[in-house]
């Protein structure tokens, strides 16, 4: 015979465990994307050889108790394209982008921008906001103020 205080017990443990999914889940998505870089001596440092199977990396930059995200991922044509994970007409949702192929997808209003066409002249409504980098042999260096300039964004 099932009693009152059985069912309360079982439907207690049913909803402990949808909440534990729940928090993982939460917390492998929120934390789990981005890797945290620091600079030296006013550069961050990236390797080259992380971009080379064409799959955006994402990564945070810490300013002032504020973190900047921003990604890196290598074209089609072996340059490596960076930019702020925000952009002029969707920051306010702090959804940023994710990778679709040869294109990043805003997360936000879903338009999609090539890969190869991310840089100083794509720039305005929802494209990727321009960070500027320079290759360097096996690493790609990122000034510490270009990064500041996109704050905004966060």
Same mark, same amino acid.
């Given at each position: 015979?099932?009693?009152? !205080? ?13 909440? +534990? ?8 998505? =929120?934390?789990?994307? *981005?890797?945290?870089? #620091?600079? /030296?001596?006013?550069?961050?440092? +990236? ?11 994402? @990564? ?13 991922? #290598?074209?089609?044509?072996? =340059? ?7 952009? /002029?007409?969707? *920051?306010?949702? #702090? #959804?940023? @982008? ?11 209003? &879903?338009?999609?921008?090539?890969? &190869? !066409?991310?840089?100083? &002249? ?7 906001? *321009? ?9 790609? =260096?990122?000034?510490? =103020? ?6 905004? *964004?966060?």
């Amino acid at each position: 015979m099932v009693t009152k !205080r059985t069912k309360q017990v079982v439907l207690a443990g049913i909803l402990t465990v949808v909440m +534990l999914v729940g928090a993982v889940s939460v917390f492998a998505f =929120s934390f789990g994307k *981005y890797e945290k870089v #620091k600079a /030296d001596n006013g550069i961050v440092t +990236l390797p080259v050889a992380k971009l080379t199977d064409g799959k955006a990396r994402f @990564y945070k930059f810490e300013d002032g108790g504020k973190e900047i995200a921003f990604f890196a991922v #290598k074209a089609a044509d072996g =340059s490596i394209r960076t930019a702020f994970d925000a952009c /002029d007409s969707c *920051y306010r949702s #702090k #959804k940023g @982008y994710e990778q679709q192929g040869d294109k990043m997808n805003c997360n936000n209003c &879903n338009q999609k921008f090539a890969i &190869n !066409r991310l840089g100083p &002249n794509a720039t305005g409504g929802c494209n990727p906001g *321009y960070l500027p980098n320079q290759p360097k042999g096996g690493t790609i =260096s990122i000034k510490a =103020s270009d990064l500041k300039d996109g704050a905004r *964004y966060f």
